[in-house]
């Protein structure tokens, strides 16, 4: 028999992700991390949790995210989209000045021979996909020089993922039930938790679990409440001075009781 012990009086606790996306950021995490793990040390469904990771992203529509653009929320993300797609814009517009109508193969709309900018989140989105899908099956030496595909790519995600997290924070508000994948993930998570504490940290939620891509906050400690002495006080005055009340009371009857 297997004997498992684990520390009742840590500081540290393990803070699973409350949201869908906030779940799908974590097992990002936790793919990642896991990824630079010996096999010895590593979950040994590994595989089980980035096949249900990728189906928990398909389930809820979202993509594959980059560092810098996995925590950018959609106000931030749409300002971005579009002071890259003036760039963008203004750079088709140079290279293709003779063959204006041709801007409409990278999904822009031409009035009069002029691009019109995308108005809207919807349009902005559709228009940086149109993009990059275009630039995509292009030769290289075909391609805009600047900015980088890449990372125009990149600013195209985050949109994405940003849209879908703010969809997300709507409908948990509408309490939409879960999705069977999202669930699955989470219950992994949780099972990889459970799994480094047990064999890699001694049953003690410490440092080591947040180099494995879990969020670990401090407990906070409770401080006894302070007696007040004031009311101590006031009440041993309150005390002596119904006793003196009834000893007063007490001379007084066995007086009449002598009359």
């Not at 902005?124 to 890449?150: G, H, I, M, N």
């Not at 939620?205 to 009311?231: Q, S």
């Amino acid at each position: 028999m297997v004997s498992l012990k684990f520390d009742q009086k840590g500081a540290w606790k393990i803070k699973f992700p409350g949201n869908d996306i906030e779940i799908i950021e974590t097992a990002r995490s936790v793919v990642k991390a896991e990824a630079d793990l010996p096999d010895t040390a590593c979950f040994p469904r590994l595989n089980l949790l980035r096949h249900t990771l990728s189906a928990a992203e398909k389930v809820l529509g979202v993509v594959a995210l980059d560092n810098e653009s996995a925590v950018m929320d959609e106000t931030a993300a749409f300002k971005r989209a579009e002071d890259f797609l003036q760039v963008l814009i203004a750079g088709l517009t140079y290279f293709h000045a003779h063959e204006i109508s041709r801007l409409k193969e990278w999904g822009l709309d031409v009035v009069d021979g002029k691009p019109q900018s995308p108005s809207g989140k919807e349009a902005v989105t559709d228009l940086l996909a149109s993009y990059v899908a275009k630039e995509q099956s292009l030769a290289v030496d075909d391609r805009l020089p600047s900015p980088p595909l890449a990372q125009v790519a990149a600013v195209s995600r985050a949109l994405v993922n940003a849209r879908a997290r703010r969809e997300q924070e709507k409908e948990t508000k509408s309490s939409r039930e879960r999705p069977a994948e999202v669930t699955e993930l989470y219950e992994l998570l949780q099972l990889v938790a459970a799994f480094h504490l047990v064999i890699n940290c001694e049953g003690t939620v410490d440092a080591r679990l947040a180099r494995r891509g879990f969020e670990i906050v401090e407990i906070p400690v409770r401080k006894p409440k302070p007696r007040n002495p004031d009311h101590n006080t006031l009440n041993a005055s309150e005390s002596e001075q119904s006793n003196g009340q009834t000893a007063e009371q007490d001379e007084t009857e066995d007086s009449a009781d002598e009359d």
